[in-house]
């Protein structure tokens, strides 16, 4: 990737506003880069622990907490659920209800 798509990518993530979510897909498109939500997903999973990029906020195509069953879907639940952002039982949360920003989830 080009060397600005980290940075815009980490700068749209510290926009997303507490109990809101946004999608790789959404995100890379926002930064300039339009179906390229892999390399965010790349990213966000070799940040460093403590980095203080709320990569919890960001979600997979309709929704959905990526890799579930596992710590790291476990831990994100926990903490979109401290924030007041509900999810079903499989996962998903609502992108009319949560999704930020508005303009890309009510179209």
Not at 67 to 96: F, M, T
Request: hydrophobic letters at 35%; one cysteine or more; a positive charge.
């Amino acid at each position: 990737m080009p060397p600005g798509f980290e940075q815009a990518v980490l700068a749209l993530i510290g926009d997303i506003p507490p109990g809101c979510v946004c999608t790789y897909g959404t995100l890379a498109a926002m930064a300039g880069y339009p179906r390229h939500a892999r390399h965010v997903g790349k990213l966000l999973s070799g940040l460093p622990e403590g980095c203080g990029a709320p990569w919890h906020r960001v979600l997979g195509a309709g929704g959905r907490v990526s890799r579930p069953g596992s710590h790291h879907a476990d831990l994100q639940k926990l903490l979109l659920e401290n924030e007041g952002v509900a999810l079903s039982d499989n996962g998903r949360v609502s992108l009319k209800r949560y999704g930020w920003p508005t303009e890309y989830f009510f179209k």
